[in-house]
């Protein structure tokens, strides 16, 4: 009778311990799922509360052999019709990093402050990664037609040109997982140069936007 009872006391244990187990293993999965919970949830609040910054494009030097009169060969004025563009894109941001699409560059030129803009040209920069702080230099060139020179007679002084510029843009928190908010930028800024094809004025020209910036998803 002894061994039956101590038969039945052990079968009645292992639902028991098998309960038990079925309890921790619940507790610990609900215990990482509110982890997770939390953690994105902060994620959504940092991201929320923060405001991204725009990249600041700046205009650092510009030269144009064209217009320069040292160059006294008219063979000069006629083949080299390259527009050089020193830029540098800045990102303001703290702890966001930015990634940018092919920028394109469009250059203008206009007669009178009433005449429409005459297309110079137009390039391209390839897309990039920037952390938060940095800044990325960059050379341009952009290369106008010929037929520009003669029918507009703009080698003869001092001159301004229209700069645009536009591509998107994506920002990342650093350290958390990739942020898909995407903005269409549009800059433009005025640059002046002299008989001899320098830039003059600002030694750095910021552009600004035409518009707000376009959010995309």
């Not at 800045?90 to 990634?99: A, G, R, T, V, Y």
């Not at 140069?193 to 376009?214: A, P």
């Amino acid at each position: 009778m002894a061994g039956l009872e101590e038969h039945d006391s052990n079968e009645s244990r292992v639902p028991l311990l098998l309960d038990d187990y079925s309890e921790s293993e619940s507790s610990l999965c609900c215990f990482f799922l509110q982890v997770l919970i939390v953690l994105g949830f902060f994620s959504v609040v940092i991201w929320v509360s923060v405001t991204p910054k725009s990249p600041i494009y700046l205009i650092t030097n510009a030269y144009i052999p064209a217009l320069d009169a040292r160059n006294n060969s008219t063979s000069n004025h006629s083949h080299n019709t390259s527009f050089f563009l020193n830029l540098e894109f800045f990102n303001p941001n703290k702890k966001m990093s930015i990634f940018y699409s092919d920028i394109c560059i469009t250059l203008y030129y206009s007669t009178s402050s009433t005449d429409a803009d005459h297309l110079i040209g137009s390039s391209s920069l390839p897309g990039f990664y920037q952390g938060y702080k940095e800044t990325t230099p960059y050379e341009v060139v952009v290369n106008a037609d010929q037929q520009l020179w003669k029918g507009n007679n703009i080698t003869n002084g001092t001159k301004e040109f229209k700069v645009c510029m536009e591509n998107d843009v994506k920002y990342k928190i650093v350290g958390l997982i990739k942020v898909k908010h995407q903005y269409r930028i549009y800059k433009e800024a005025y640059v002046a140069v002299d008989s001899n094809g320098k830039m003059i004025g600002e030694k750095n020209i910021k552009l600004h936007h035409t518009s707000k910036m376009t959010k995309r998803h």
